[in-house]
């Protein structure tokens, strides 16, 4: 019942979050401090309740429970840390207004639906630091994949001669940060695929065909999009498709084999 409670909490402020930062969207002043602090509070005490929920329905006594809804609760938590931290120094608070109340979705989700995947005891350091560096990885390119889908209708708009939304940065800015956080998060991946490799003992028996499939085909499109930017100077529109083709990839790859063998098969 206490970490209902906790979870609920974290649900209540993540929403009050996001609306503090759409309020200026519409033109409504606060009173008090700048509604960008006022969410930074809300938000970092958002995350500790999120936190501790986690903690409680994660670490259980038999073992690491990272069943779908408690792994896309973890996942969002890792979004939403990441975020919380890129927005005191990058101008992306619009992303906040579609993120934390998605996180607060997962809470939500994995408080009414809890189910139970425990991981084996003993597990390697190399293993543990592997799902800690994916998903991390993956928070950073769900963050840089609703940035793509942002700056691609504020080109769109541009390029209808439409006036475009005056909560995003501009767009050179849009894609700095873009660029930034798929830079670093391919780092990330590729350290995690790396350590993933060197731990597979039977890739049939592990469930993880589809899974090295997907991961292999996400890392080769934010390679050569990396590359195209570096060395072809890509960017804008095509730059959007290949974030949005990647991200989908290494989607299906993170959560649809856990919804095959946890939902549809009950394998694991």
């Not at 602090?37 to 995350?47: H, K, S």
């Not at 990396?226 to 529109?237: A, K, P, S, T």
């Amino acid at each position: 019942m206490q970490n209902l409670s906790i979870a609920l909490a974290a649900i209540v402020l993540y929403l009050t979050a996001s609306i503090r930062i759409a309020t200026p969207f519409s033109g409504k002043p606060i009173v008090g401090l700048d509604a960008k602090y006022q969410a930074i509070a809300l938000l970092t005490t958002a995350a500790a309740a999120h936190g501790i929920v986690l903690y409680v329905t994660i670490f259980a006594n038999s073992g690491i429970n990272l069943a779908i809804f408690n792994t896309a609760s973890l996942v969002g938590w890792c979004i939403g840390a990441s975020l919380l931290s890129i927005m005191i120094w990058r101008p992306i608070d619009a992303l906040a207004v579609v993120i934390f109340p998605t996180i607060a979705v997962t809470i939500g989700l994995a408080i009414l639906f809890p189910s139970s995947h425990i991981l084996p005891p003993g597990m390697a350091p190399g293993v543990q630091l592997h799902i800690m560096l994916s998903i991390i990885a993956y928070g950073l390119f769900t963050i840089a994949t609703v940035q793509a889908i942002y700056l691609g209708i504020a080109d769109y708009k541009l390029r209808s001669h439409r006036p475009s939304m005056d909560f995003l940065p501009p767009l050179p800015t849009m894609e700095k940060v873009l660029f930034q956080l798929t830079g670093f998060a391919f780092v990330l991946l590729t350290v995690s695929l790396v350590l993933g490799v060197l731990y597979i003992a039977d890739i049939h028996a592990q469930h993880l065909t589809h899974k090295i499939i997907f991961s292999l085909l996400a890392w080769g499109v934010f390679a050569a999009l990396i590359f195209g930017h570096w060395h072809f100077g890509w960017r804008g529109r095509r730059a959007i498709k290949f974030v949005i083709l990647g991200f989908t990839s290494l989607a299906l790859g993170f959560f649809g084999s856990k919804v095959v063998l946890e939902l549809i098969l009950h394998l694991v």
